[in-house]
């Protein structure tokens, strides 16, 4: 069953056209893989071209990852404000034409996860 959404190709990357399709052995609900905490299995794959993308990994956000955003916004999950974040942290890198065509379920799975790194103690990153 494909969804014949399609993304639009961001003009700065030069990337081909990308598709968003259900991945085949997950149902449509987002979910957290519990064996990579930081991973992000998609309800819907993406497609960049011939590349089908299931999983997402999200590392701990530095300083740097934060110039010229908004941090009060983007705690308050300000959708431009993540699509500015996200590509800074995720691997594969999001481009923000990307994040702007997932469906909402894997966008707040994102969004919450790469916003829980804001409220983890001291004690467990040292």
């Known amino acids: 069953m494909k969804n014949e959404n399609t993304i639009a190709p961001d003009q700065s990357q030069n990337a081909t056209v990308n598709a968003v399709t259900p991945a085949a052995d997950v149902v449509a609900s987002p979910v957290i893989d519990a064996s990579a905490n930081n991973t992000?299995?998609?309800?819907?794959?993406?497609?960049?071209?011939?590349?089908?993308?299931?999983?997402?990994?999200?590392?701990?956000p530095v300083t740097g990852?934060?110039?010229?955003?908004?941090?009060?916004?983007?705690?308050?999950?300000?959708?431009?404000?993540?699509?500015?974040?996200l590509p800074r942290i995720t691997t594969p890198a999001l481009m923000?034409?990307?994040?702007?065509?997932l469906p909402v379920g894997d966008f707040l799975s994102l969004a919450m996860k790469s916003l829980?790194?804001?409220?983890?103690?001291?004690?467990q990153t040292a």
């Open 65 to 85: 990852d934060l110039r010229g955003l908004s941090v009060t916004q983007l705690l308050n999950t300000d959708v431009d404000q993540m699509c500015k974040f």
């Open 40 to 60: 992000i299995k998609l309800g819907y794959a993406l497609m960049r071209g011939e590349q089908e993308i299931k999983n997402i990994e999200l590392r701990k």
């Open 96 to 101: 923000p034409s990307e994040i702007e065509k």
């Open 116 to 123: 829980g790194f804001f409220t983890e103690s001291q004690s």
